[in-house]
């Protein structure tokens, strides 16, 4: 049924073992490589050049034919706008989870079954669905599922959350088996080993290895502003703007006996409020509202009343906490509550709140604020945890 094959291909390890192994399995392998950036860096060099070439390698190594297709323009207007916005507003954005959900696994997938008439896509996630790592278990009448891989530290089903459930029906995963440090001895045994020297990339794609703070100002137009002592309401200095600053971030204050971390960001006063010490109480929250609810499972909340008992990360690496979610009657469908099981520090808005069973990515939503319970919601919290069983 799935015999032709479109693969991303980045020019990184992942995507080119994922493409030898569709190959070994006997598909029609064809090799994509997006460009959604074209910015040159202060060298005069594009940053995804190197990752062309890499793309170019891993192709002719494999015996497999190679397009680009240009998003560049898409990105732009999906993502990256997106980006700026959020940070003018004082938020903190994961451009990563709107390039999954708008180019690579919308247009991009798109393009591969509707434009190429090819039968799947497959990219080097480390991810998995109910249907197989190559669609050997796919059922037209069931809905996919995307579950945590073998690689549970690789785990990338985190950046995957806001993609459309749909989507997922027809992607494959051939890493979703396979530890990092498989796919890196399986890259030196086909040929890939250039692939395996490089280094991984992290942080915002876009970005590079620049500073990210001399990296926005050459979009955003900086206003300065105070940092004020969130318990004395003193000014303790001052910034060049909101948007250089997240949530838990380190403040480089002279003459201060603690170092003084972010806690929160008034935009229309452009102040940031600072507090004193790396655990100072007003950088924890245990409740978080969130809205621009995907999810990939049938909705839980669906029902009046309804409580998911779940667990929730709002950063890649973060261990999964304990969590219960719901909709108040005041809120629209679109939001929810989200009752943590202990506190966490440096909650941030604009981040995503992702949600998870013990095996599946259960779905994500955008969160908006976040604050400590007071001591009747406790008490109602209380209650709430132990009729779930939390």
């Known amino acids: 049924m799935f015999r032709n094959v479109v693969v991303g291909i980045s020019g990184g390890v992942d995507s080119g073992v994922s493409a030898y192994l569709l190959k070994e399995k006997g598909f029609k392998v064809l090799g994509i490589f997006m460009k959604n950036w074209d910015e040159y860096d202060e060298t005069g060099r594009c940053s995804g050049e190197q990752d062309l070439l890499d793309a170019e390698y891993t192709c002719d190594k494999l015996g497999i034919e190679l397009h680009q297709v240009n998003y560049v323009k898409d990105y732009w207007n999906s993502v990256f706008s997106y980006f700026l916005d959020d940070y003018q507003n004082g938020l903190t954005p994961n451009p990563d989870i709107l390039c999954n959900r708008h180019i690579k696994f919308d247009l991009f997938y798109k393009h591969a079954l509707e434009n190429l008439k090819y039968d799947a896509i497959a990219t080097g996630h480390y991810a998995k669905t109910n249907f197989g790592s190559y ?108 948007h250089l600053w997240t949530i838990g971030q380190r403040c480089r204050l002279s003459s201060h006996l603690k170092p003084y971390y972010v806690a929160q960001k008034d935009i229309f006063t452009s102040t940031i409020y600072v507090a004193s010490g790396h655990n100072h109480p007003k950088l924890f929250s245990d409740v978080i509202f969130a809205n621009h609810i995907n999810w990939l499972c049938p909705d839980p909340l669906i029902k009046p009343n309804s409580v998911l008992k779940c667990r929730f990360r709002f950063q890649h690496t973060k261990p999964l906490v304990k969590c219960l979610i719901y909709r108040n009657f005041d809120m629209s469908g679109d939001e929810v509550e989200v009752l943590l099981d202990k506190p966490l520090r440096a909650i941030t808005p604009g981040q995503y709140a992702v949600f998870y069973s013990d095996t599946n990515c259960l779905g994500c939503a955008r969160i908006v604020k976040s604050s400590m319970m007071d001591n009747r919601d406790k008490v109602i919290c209380s209650e709430e945890k132990a009729k779930n069983n939390l």
């Open 135 to 242: 669609l050997e278990n796919y059922e037209e009448e069931k809905a996919a599922e995307l579950r945590i891989p073998k690689d549970a530290f690789k785990d990338q089903t985190f950046f995957l959350a806001a993609v459309k459930r749909d989507a997922l029906r027809k992607i494959m995963f051939p890493l979703s088996d396979l530890y990092k440090i498989e796919t890196k001895e399986i890259a030196r045994k086909c040929g890939l080993n250039r692939l395996t020297q490089k280094r991984e990339s992290t942080g915002i794609c876009f970005v590079g290895h620049r500073d990210f703070k001399e990296f926005i100002k050459e979009y955003i137009t900086p206003k300065p502003g105070n940092f004020i002592d969130i318990d004395t309401q003193q000014i303790v200095g001052e910034h060049d703007g909101i």
